[in-house]
């Protein structure tokens, strides 16, 4: 590690750098249950639950959306055949694969979309980054039979649709009103779906049953999905691909236009240094904010010595905002962006940010360098906020999502 990229707390700045605060929320205990619900904030303690064989996927409203008959996507999935399809689908999205295959495409996206910033002289950054990031995940995914621009417009009605939270036990059973509220979400998320799937997904199905492309489509024929079934993958990639990428790149975007001297280090930084602050800054602004799980047996935790034992079938929720911002973890000023930190073994300099054991992101390295590519040229104009951006909550994973961030070319003011 080169003594630029080493962890230099600010003393005179801050303590607490983060955007987002997420209303009402805690960061202690490490771990204690509540109505039957056990709240997780030590990384080991996470790290535990998340890799262990005695839990099952009980967020994104796995335990509230019925298949029908059909395969469960490779989000909702665990057991052998979750870990068979994980290990299929690794190489489109492996580092090597993302240079060789992606790089140029993500490239010259981006120069075109910069371009097009600096002719109008200013962008609403929201539309910008999902218009990149939809390009990057279709090329990955293998939705390119169909115009890039409405498939993001699609995709962002869709992802609009209000989710349910997991299930606890004991829940009151669901008044009319409840019902209709659902019936409602299913209704709106129906339409911009259809739409999804008749304009986007079938294009794509239909080229790849002729030709096979290197994607994940392609590979899903291979193995026999069908159209409903491949479709369900496409959103579940929409979401993880396209969706929360877009909010890391506008949430990247404020720290660094906010912080002249982190903006500074970045466009000075080689790759390894603009790595680990693109990482530092998602650890303190996770995407997704809490992860759910189910014991299927009773699961024993040590943390801080003391021994906790969660019964079976209960839900357990993990705090990542608290798991990434543990000092015993990162160390001084946990709050702080500080990149290059020094940090356990074996922990990314994300800490959880991307999840962890077999549901861990696997897009994880496309994610860091498709926003490396477009921001090391975007943050070379001479922008600024001309809007007070603003953040709203995803309920079901406790995630943030940036809007009204409009950025201006200052016509005074030199490239940096």
């Known amino acids: 590690m080169t003594d630029t990229a080493q962890c230099l707390v600010n003393h005179d700045g801050p303590l607490d750098q983060r955007i987002t605060h997420y209303p009402g929320e805690v960061d202690s205990p490490a ?6 619900v056990w709240h997780v904030r030590s990384l080991e303690a996470a790290r535990e639950v998340l890799r262990s064989r ?3 996927q009980a967020g994104f409203n796995s335990e509230s959306v019925s298949m029908h008959g059909l395969r469960p996507p490779i989000l909702f999935s665990d057991g052998t055949d979750h870990r068979l399809q994980r290990a299929a689908i690794a190489r489109y999205f492996a580092p090597k694969t993302v240079d060789s295959k992606y790089m140029d495409l993500m490239t010259e996206f981006a120069d075109k979309l910069v371009d097009e910033v600096r002719r109008d002289g200013s962008v609403d950054l929201s539309k910008l980054s999902l218009r990149y990031s939809v390009m990057v995940a279709a090329q990955v995914i293998g939705l390119t039979n169909s115009d890039l621009e409405g498939m993001s417009r699609r995709l962002e009605k869709f992802f609009a649709t209000p989710a349910l939270p997991p299930a606890v036990e004991g829940d009151a059973p669901r008044t009319m009103r409840s019902r209709f509220d659902a019936l409602q979400m299913s209704v709106k998320g129906q339409l911009p779906m259809i739409a999804f799937h008749v304009k986007d997904v079938r294009p794509a199905i239909k080229a790849r049953k002729k030709h096979r492309e290197p994607d994940v489509i392609s590979h899903l024929l291979d ?14 990639y929409g979401a993880a691909g396209m969706v929360t990428t877009r909010e890391y790149i506008g949430m990247a975007t404020w720290h660094m236009l906010d912080d002249d001297a982190l903006r500074a280090r970045f466009l000075a930084a080689e790759k390894t240094e603009r790595y680990q602050i693109l990482h530092e800054i998602l650890r303190l602004e996770p ?7 189910r014991t299927t047996e009773d699961l024993t935790l040590t943390v801080e010595g003391v021994e906790h034992t969660i019964p079976s079938a209960a839900l357990v929720d993990l705090y990542v905002r608290s798991v990434n911002a543990d000092p015993a973890v990162v160390g001084e000023a946990p709050l702080q962006i500080c990149p290059g930190r020094e940090l356990p073994p074996r922990v ?3 800490v959880m940010s991307f999840g962890d054991g077999a549901h861990k992101c696997p897009g994880n390295s496309l994610a860091i360098q498709e926003a490396d590519v477009l921001l090391t040229r975007l943050l070379k104009l001479p922008l600024k906020r001309d809007t007070k951006p603003v953040i709203q909550w995803d309920e079901l994973i406790k995630g943030y999502e940036v809007r009204n961030i409009r950025l201006v070319v200052d016509p005074a003011a030199s490239q940096v």
Do not use: S
């Not at 771990?31 to 039957?36: A, L």
């Open 348 to 350: 990314g300099d994300e």
């Open 287 to 293: 995407i997704v904010g809490h992860l759910y799980r």
């Open 31 to 36: 771990i204690e249950e509540r109505n039957g």
């Open 223 to 236: 193995e026999g999905y069908k159209e409903p079934e491949i479709m369900i993958e496409c959103v579940t």
């Open 54 to 56: 005695a839990t099952t």
